[in-house]
């Protein structure tokens, strides 16, 4: 997207393919460093959705690059593809029936449901072309009092939602449950660590 473009002039437009009307701007991450936020977030039309997503999500990530230009009517002109689209909804993180880009990601603070901080996003762990975990850099206090690694790796089953203004990730367990998990131990077992 180039810098003429800002997001508050692209709140609640349309957004197109061609004469495909995709859906609508609602937003983007709040970040304090911009430049870590690649993607704008939209609300996908449900004709859209149920053709072109594996499994429909009211709302998915929209690239910034692929904003080409302002239409007369004042929706934005996408330069891809709906298939160039689709391409990129399949490399998404699901949470809470919403989908997020890995920049929508990365950096964020992970709290599990009882509210304590255990750390940040650094990475995305891939598996067979889809996400399965994220990689939380612990915080040492975190770390210390539950013989916890440098990082572990959160299956994003236990990504239960998002909050938008504060850029947490929050689970669906504490982390003590979390530890104990077959999806948990399998990501951080042998031979999958980042080190």
Not at 93 to 98: G, H, L, Q, T, W
Request: include cysteine.
């Amino acid at each position: 997207m180039s810098d003429e473009y800002r997001i508050q002039e692209l709140l609640q437009r349309d957004v197109y393919v061609g004469d495909t009307r995709v859906g609508v701007i609602t937003g983007e991450r709040f970040h304090p460093r911009d430049e870590l936020v690649q993607s704008m977030r939209i609300k996908v039309e449900g004709e859209v959705a149920e053709e072109y997503m594996r499994k429909p999500a009211e709302f998915a990530p929209l690239s910034k690059e692929l904003v080409h230009s302002i239409r007369s009517d004042g929706g934005v002109k996408l330069s891809k593809s709906m298939r160039e689209l689709q391409r990129r909804w399949r490399n998404t993180v699901r949470i809470d029936e919403k989908l997020y880009a890995p920049d929508e990601l990365l950096d964020r603070a992970v709290l599990d449901n009882d509210g304590m901080d255990l750390g940040n996003v650094i990475d995305l762990v891939k598996i067979k072309r889809t996400y399965k975990g994220v990689v939380l850099q612990p915080h040492y206090i975190v770390r210390a009092k539950h013989g916890l690694p440098e990082t572990i790796v959160v299956p994003v089953a236990q990504l239960a939602r998002t909050t938008a203004r504060l850029d947490e990730v929050i689970l669906r367990c504490s982390v003590q449950r979390l530890v104990t998990l077959p999806s948990y131990l399998k990501l951080n077992g042998e031979g999958l660590e980042e080190e």
